[in-house]
């Protein structure tokens, strides 16, 4: 979190700059619990969004294994799969269901 955005936090939670010190903050306790609360909301945001991108990265990280062993495969009777021709049709499915 960059300076900007923490004062911009402390102005939304009510806090103003000391008329008599200007490079010093004023929050009263009220406004104090409310940057506090702004704070929280923000990290939780930060971090829901760390780990949103976690699970992205495991999921494609796992699509790829899939994909991968797919195409190690050697089939003998490719009707089995339907409208698939063999391992590397399974792996292109595969990777294209991470395009949607």
């Known amino acids: 979190m960059t300076k900007e955005?923490?004062?911009e936090m402390a102005r939304e939670a009510g806090g103003y700059y000391s008329k008599k010190y200007p490079d010093e903050w004023r929050l009263d306790d009220d406004d104090l619990v409310r940057f506090a609360k702004l704070?929280?909301?923000d990290y939780g945001k930060l971090h829901a969004s760390l780990w949103l991108?976690?699970?992205?990265?495991a999921v494609k990280k796992e699509r790829e294994e899939c994909a991968k062993i797919c195409e190690k495969l050697v089939l003998e009777d490719d009707s089995f799969y339907g409208e698939f021709?063999?391992?590397?049709?399974?792996a292109k499915a595969i990777r294209e269901r991470g395009q949607e």
Do not use: F, H, N, T
């Open 5 to 7: 955005e923490i004062i």
């Open 39 to 41: 704070i929280r909301a």
């Open 53 to 57: 991108k976690r699970i992205d990265d």
């Open 85 to 90: 021709s063999g391992g590397k049709d399974c």
